[in-house]
């Protein structure tokens, strides 16, 4: 198959830059073309001071990525899309691109922000649905985006307008989400149920597993917030220096944290800087537990596929994806969302039946080996793009040149684009 993937990279490097750079190769491993439309979001700090005051406006519709994109499924003729992140830069008008062209298009759903402008579902240290319970505005009054109103205006606005041209449900043809957790969440927003489905995240190579018991608790992540490093604070003030504890990572905490770890006295706690995946994976697998105490609801964090594969149980948060790709008391235990109490019950408990903690970490790995490996993920996404290919074509439409928000969503059709016939689509997969 020929496919072209669209994603906009994120500033600071993250889990989905990692994961589409992952499919991307599996993909070209397993025999298929793949071309990359790319963006990155670096290009914004070269940007002019009008360019930038116009980011809203191109983040809602970008003539460039429509220009650009009806050029490449002209000359490549692509039998599908697959896009990963198009905020802001690369906007929703590529999927007009690609319906222009009679291409399918996949779109894989890392985070919520087709729901909440912010992508999380979390605000003011707890979990916030009131953009779906009542109106994108809430987030523009909580400054939920970058913690900045104009910010979050930005966002709501390009998710209202594309709902009022009802995008999401006319231009894609199939999602993937990460867990069956955030796949319910999107139904119960409107979404169609049969056009969703679950493929988890995955791990490209299968790493060697822990051959023995690990001598400290583990977090690895970033330092943020919504992730909850704070909580493990105040659970190891409730564990009297009973069970080492390595934080790696970095982030806007990271210099609040350790200053609060001294000044409570906590010796079994050390900060290390965020450490590179090899590195990452030898400290995972000298770990006897991760621990993920995130506030927010989780997709699908690569470094609890990590902790499976290097057989590593997990202690989680338990809800939204967390709870459910940690199975409680089989690869992992859960605990309850927020409370530093519990998660220090928990932890002392795994450390203290070493037993049954190991046995949790080879259910760990065996998971991962049914799961996530890269055979699973290239079957996923293989079957998605057969039943994509194997629906009626749409029809095609009309070039787009720009969006009107004057028109209350309409689009306003230019002097046609000479395009090159676009190759029949492989009604079977």
């Given at each position: ?203 490209a190579d299968s790493p060697v597993s822990a051959q023995e018991l690990g ?215």
């Amino acid at each position: 198959m020929k496919i072209l993937v669209v994603h906009n990279r994120y500033q600071h490097r993250g889990g989905e830059d990692a994961v589409q750079e992952a499919e991307t190769n599996l993909l070209r491993q397993a025999g298929h073309q793949v071309i990359e439309y790319i963006r990155d979001n670096e290009e914004i700090q070269s940007c002019s001071a009008y360019e930038k005051a116009s980011l809203a406006w191109r983040a809602t519709w970008s003539r460039r990525t429509y220009r650009e994109l009806l050029e490449i499924l002209s000359g490549e003729s692509p039998d599908l899309v697959h896009f990963h992140n198009t905020f802001p830069l690369i906007s929703p008008s590529a999927y007009y691109a690609c319906r222009v062209a009679e291409t399918p298009v996949v779109q894989t759903l890392h985070n919520y922000r087709l729901l909440c402008p912010a992508g999380t579902f979390f605000r003011d240290n707890h979990v916030c649905e009131e953009c779906v319970s009542h109106s994108l505005l809430r987030s523009v009054a909580h400054g939920c985006y970058r913690e900045s109103r104009p910010a979050s205006a930005v966002a709501a606005s390009v998710l209202g307008v594309h709902r009022l041209m009802h995008t999401w449900s006319n231009q894609i043809d199939l999602f993937f989400v990460c867990s069956e957790f955030a796949r319910r969440k999107f139904i119960d927003a409107g979404f169609d149920a049969g056009r969703i489905r679950v493929k988890p995240n995955f791990i490209a190579d299968s790493p060697v597993s822990a051959q023995e018991l690990g001598s400290f608790a583990l977090y690895l992540g970033r330092l943020s917030e919504e992730k909850g490093p704070q909580l493990l604070l105040r659970a190891w003030s409730c564990l009297r220096d009973q069970v080492p504890l390595r934080v790696a990572g970095d982030g806007p905490l990271f210099f609040s944290l350790r200053a609060e770890c001294a000044r409570m006295g906590l010796s079994h706690v050390v900060f290390t800087d965020w450490i590179p995946a090899t590195a990452a994976r030898d400290t995972l697998r000298s770990a006897r537990f991760l621990i993920v105490p995130s506030l927010c609801y989780e997709g699908f964090p690569m470094v609890v596929a990590e902790a499976c594969a290097c057989g590593i149980p997990v202690i989680a948060a338990g809800h939204g994806g967390l709870a459910e790709i940690v199975r409680d008391g089989y690869t992992g235990l859960h605990f309850a969302p927020g409370d530093p109490i519990d998660l220090a019950r928990k932890v002392l408990w795994a450390w203290t039946h070493p037993a049954e903690t190991a046995a949790m970490g080879a259910a760990a790995r065996f998971e991962f080996e049914q799961k996530y490996t890269a055979p699973a993920a290239l079957c996923h996404l293989e079957d998605g793009y057969g039943f994509v290919l194997r629906q009626p074509r749409r029809p095609r439409a009309r070039p787009i040149a720009f969006l009107s928000l004057r028109g209350a969503g309409t689009v306003q059709p230019n002097k046609k684009i000479p395009m090159q016939k676009i190759a029949q689509r492989r009604k079977t997969w």
